[in-house]
């Protein structure tokens, strides 16, 4: 058996650290904890992997930019022969407050176009996800300006403990039941 947890986030130093990247940056943060390293890109992403817990895992960022996400996850899917159920998702939520993270099983893309890319290519809504709150735009402020922008310093330390606390569910994910990682998490 294989989990995967893949991180949606768009490549390239201009976008590291931005509102958008977030599923990246607890892929990292699950990285560093388990001490592995990405290797060259396969699949149009960033693969690592190793076995925790007598679990294989692998970690994956796309780098496909987060609209065509599917195009990356679909064959890695397929090549290593991964269930659906195996698959946890760590992407960023307009709807969600700044460091308020959300567990759930299945659901709608509400409007993320990675999410709408992954659903396409997947053929199903039902996959789990681990949702990042990053809040939404004041001022007029245009959504995609708003995301792809950086965290403001006030953000800071509640989207570092969204990262850390995201990266914890994803740890207990690999051996707990989905179900009862949700009941923990989203309390």
Known sequence: M??????????????????HNVGFMVIDEL??????????????????SKVISGEKVILCKPLTYMNLSGECVRPLI?????????????YDDLDL??????LRMKGSAGGHNGIKSLIHHLGTQEFKRIRIGIGRPTNGQKVIDYVLGRFH???????????LRSADACEKAVTA????VMNEFNA
């Open 2 to 19: 294989l989990k995967l947890f893949v991180g949606l986030g768009n490549p390239g130093k201009e976008y590291e650290q931005t509102r």
């Open 153 to 163: 310093e006030e953000e800071s330390g509640a989207i570092m403990e969204a990262i």
């Open 31 to 48: 990285a560093k904890r388990w001490n592995i390293s990405f290797q060259a890109a396969k699949f149009n992403g960033m693969i690592a």
């Open 97 to 102: 407050p700044v460091g308020k993270i959300r």
């Open 78 to 90: 397929d090549y290593y022969r991964i269930d659906i159920n195996d698959l946890i998702v760590i």
């Open 177 to 180: 039941p989905f179900l009862q």
